[in-house]
Nanobody, 120 residues
């Protein structure tokens, strides 16, 4: 059994910062690409940022220069540092990861989501 558990969401004023964390636990053998997605009410889920196991990153244009994704492979954890937050960043943020379990099964996992609300 593998789980992704997110933390760090909350309410912040425009211009502020938040840092999200997502830790994988359970029967983890290898973790490949990890990422963050978000979904605002009435919208589809969209990519925010991804990071490979080697540390290569990719960002949505809307967050480039403001958000930074990183990972700690020893802790099976991915982070999202969000700076200069805007009201349009308000959404539920979901962690995502491709994980090979100790059973050798490769599965795409999602976290439960964490709410980020940015007030104007």
């Amino acid at each position: 059994q593998v789980q992704l558990v997110e933390s760090g969401g909350g309410l912040v004023q425009a211009g502020g910062s938040l840092k999200l964390s997502c830790a994988a636990s359970g029967s983890v053998r290898n973790i490949y690409d990890m990422g963050w997605y978000r979904q605002a009410p009435g919208n589809q889920r969209e990519l925010v940022a991804t990071i490979t196991s080697g540390g290569s990153t990719n960002y949505a244009d809307s967050v480039k220069g403001r958000f930074s994704i990183s990972r700690d492979n020893a802790k099976n954890t991915v982070y999202l540092q969000m700076n200069s937050l805007k009201p349009e960043d308000t959404a539920v943020y979901y962690c995502n990861a491709y994980i090979r379990a100790t059973t050798f099964a490769l599965t795409n996992y999602w976290g439960q989501g964490t709410q980020v609300t940015v007030s104007s």
